[in-house]
């Protein structure tokens, strides 16, 4: 039996442990395990298959697709996107026999990022907000605002507009979004969307 609460959705194969605080509307999927004194905010989607580890904090309209895990560690700002697959890490040098869970190192994700399938964040490294992380890649530095990147190791390849369109800067460094007409600006390798 699938469980719907006052607040959020859960199938029937989920496991939602207690002390976690879910948000109104949020959707948990098959087979999804939501560990305790985790943080998930309203209107999330959480698809087949997704593990949330104590301590995570996802912010409002987070999409996490199937068979991600999200480790303690990791906080996700409101509208991010986690592609199918994607990958957290929390710990630089694991080994099977050296316990090291006081040595999680943290990782955010800034508002409206975008994670494509089967992309490795390694721990340590920040994800600016509306940066597009293109399938694959391998993160292993931080991410500007807006930056899109790609590869192994990850490398900065343009930047990206909020509507997830590529941006091209003219001679001014001044660039229009196509979709939302939205004017962005470069400016000592720092992009801002004019107001």
Known sequence: MNVTTNNYF???????????????????????????????????????NVVISPGVILGKNVKVQNNVSIYTGVTCDNDVFLGPSMVFTNVTNPRSAVNRRDQ?????????????????????????????????????KNVPDYALVIGNPSRQVGWMSEYGHRLNFNEENIALCPESGQVYKLSGGIVSREK
């Open 104 to 140: 999680y190192a943290k990782t955010h994700v800034g508002e409206g990022a975008s994670i494509g399938a089967n992309a490795t964040i390694v721990c340590g490294h920040d994800i600016g907000k509306f940066a597009f992380i293109g399938a694959g890649a391998v993160v292993t």
């Open 10 to 48: 859960a199938h029937e194969t989920a496991i939602v442990d207690e002390g976690c605080d879910i948000g109104n509307g949020t959707k948990i999927w098959h087979f999804s395990h939501i560990m305790p004194n985790c943080k998930i905010g309203e209107n999330c989607n959480l698809g087949q």
